[in-house]
């Protein structure tokens, strides 16, 4: 059978015909007719449009054009194998659903992504810069009464790609937050509390104004927002009370036009091996149950399988019925003489657990969690002293790169509620900061030595000596730079002690010593 490409453009035709002739021509029309146009031409150059075709080539021989799949079977074109060997554009970032619907299904998923999020938040970040202990204070305990919501936002945006979080005051009226920031009155507010939502739930842009400002930290940003909270209501918001989070980047072509400027899913990328795990786990959950067939022979089975009628299904289930009603009493099985019982055993399960390990330490290296994400293993994390080091250099990397414009917008609209003019520094802390101290102490101890020597011995006096141990443990550094100054003290004290010295006294002191060793 040939392709009639013809009667397609006939049809078509038709179809656009009855739309003009039914409706006024408007811009969906012409999108239509355009699509219309656009698919016919792929079509025809399609060798999947023309499956189970006979294409004759230019050199006279004829091409045979079939495909079979089955995706229950996942064998043909629906084979799994080439699915995980093959990439495209196919992502499956926007598809919020199926992120949804793992998060609730699978743990490991749901560890994956609330697991980071947590430690992000947990680790807290060191002020700097905030003279007034008491201000500095208040602003910590903010902090800490939004750490949950904090959670969330880091939460949902690495589940679908972006969340916010709308800064709300206790003071102001709806009308005000279509306005900028009126630092006046949130200076007068009592109570800050932030609504988190995801990128799919009740966010819109109004339009396409961006922020031009290039000294804001939301510079290219959307200006305004249309939030839809839980109740229904809709609100009008301006970009100074919105909480705006990214997750992973991705390249500007995708990022501004597919993503509409947020970021991937956490997902995309471990799509295949979280489908690859489940398969895994599905297909170890077949052999173990498959490992032990039981064998019933009885007379006259294969007429009662034969049989359609309702006294054979009857018949049959009673037979099943009696043998299994005996393994209630001590898993005995009570049969007649003339039956025949046999039991064949599947030993091949030893390397199952090994093969499941390793699945499981890949997931983990997808995810950047070696050694965290299931846990303390026998042979895992418990003997990879590293393992923690590397999560929390992953969580450090998490948080320069996507928690802290959040982090820093909060803490910028905090200072001006408490009336703090300093300008928003901070460090995120490690989660290893007990280990870290401990062995940042033995290294201050390592160092007081060498200085002890070096005061000792007159290299350095009491005041340099309190300089650099100082330095070293604020700011981690070794630093026995001498200025000019104190070189020129130090030849000046060595020429004294050397004009102080002696020679004649000295020279008595040796020619004693030698006469009474002689």
């Not at 901070?426 to 007081?448: C, V």
Request: net charge negative.
């Amino acid at each position: 059978m040939s392709v009639n490409t013809q009667l397609i453009d006939t049809l078509i035709s038709s179809t656009l015909s009855k739309i003009e002739n039914g409706r006024q021509v408007n811009k969906f029309q012409l999108d239509v007719e355009s699509h219309a146009n656009e698919i016919l031409k792929y079509a025809k150059e399609s060798d999947a449009f023309m499956n189970n075709q006979q294409i004759q080539d230019s050199d006279g021989k004829i091409r045979i054009l079939d495909a079979y799949g089955n995706q229950l079977s996942s064998i043909g074109t629906d084979d799994k194998v080439e699915y995980f060997s093959s990439y495209g554009f196919s992502n499956s970032t926007l598809n919020w659903a199926l992120w949804t619907a793992l998060y609730n299904d699978s743990w490991v998923f749901k560890r994956v992504i609330d697991k980071p999020s947590q430690d992000m938040v947990r680790g807290g970040i060191t002020i700097n810069g905030i003279d007034d202990k008491q201000k500095e204070k208040k602003i910590y305990m903010e902090l800490k009464r939004k750490s949950f919501d904090l959670i969330q936002i880091l939460q949902w945006g690495a589940l679908y790609g972006g969340s916010v979080g709308v800064m709300m005051f206790d003071n102001l009226n709806d009308e005000d937050y279509g306005q900028p920031l009126n630092t006046n009155k949130i200076k007068q507010a009592k109570t800050m509390r932030i609504y988190t939502t995801d990128r799919w739930y009740g966010v819109a842009v109004i339009n396409n104004d961006v922020v031009s400002n290039m000294n804001s930290i939301d510079y290219g940003k959307p200006k305004m927002y249309q939030i839809t909270f839980a109740d229904g209501k809709t609100l009008k918001v301006h970009h100074d009370y919105i909480l705006r989070y990214e997750h992973r980047t991705a390249p500007k072509l995708i990022k501004t036009g597919q993503l509409q400027g947020w970021g991937y899913a956490e997902g995309a990328h471990i799509l295949n091996e979280l489908s690859r795990d489940e398969q895994l786990r599905t297909s170890i959950q077949s052999l173990v149950n498959k490992a032990l067939i039981e064998v019933i022979k009885m007379p006259g089975m294969r007429g009662i399988f034969l049989g359609a009628d309702e006294e054979n299904q009857t018949q049959l289930q009673k037979r099943l019925e009696q043998v299994n009603w005996g393994r209630t009493f001590n898993s005995l099985t009570f049969l007649d003489k003339e039956d025949e019982y046999q039991q064949n055993q599947f030993s091949g399960l030893t390397g199952l657990s090994d093969l499941l390990e390793k699945e499981m330490w890949q997931i983990s290296a997808a995810v950047e969690m070696q050694g965290v994400l299931f846990g303390d293993l026998k042979q895992g994390f418990s003997n990879d002293v590293d393992a923690l080091q590397r999560y929390d250099d992953t969580i450090q990397n998490r948080c320069d790169s996507y928690y802290r414009p959040v982090l820093e917008k909060l803490l910028t609209t905090l200072y001006k509620m408490y009336d703090i003019n300093a300008a928003v520094d901070f460090n995120f802390n490690s989660l290893l900061a007990k280990k870290q101290d401990e062995e940042r102490m033995d290294g201050i101890k390592k160092f007081i030595e060498t200085l002890s020597t070096l005061l000792s011995d007159g290299v350095i006096d009491t005041s340099k000596y309190a300089q650099i141990l100082t330095n070293y443990s604020q700011n981690g550094k070794i630093n026995f730079e001498f200025n000019e100054q104190e070189v020129n003290e130090l030849k000046n004290k060595s020429e004294e002690e050397m004009e102080n010295i002696d020679l004649d006294n000295v020279w008595e002191n040796e020619n004693s010593t030698k006469e009474n060793i002689l």
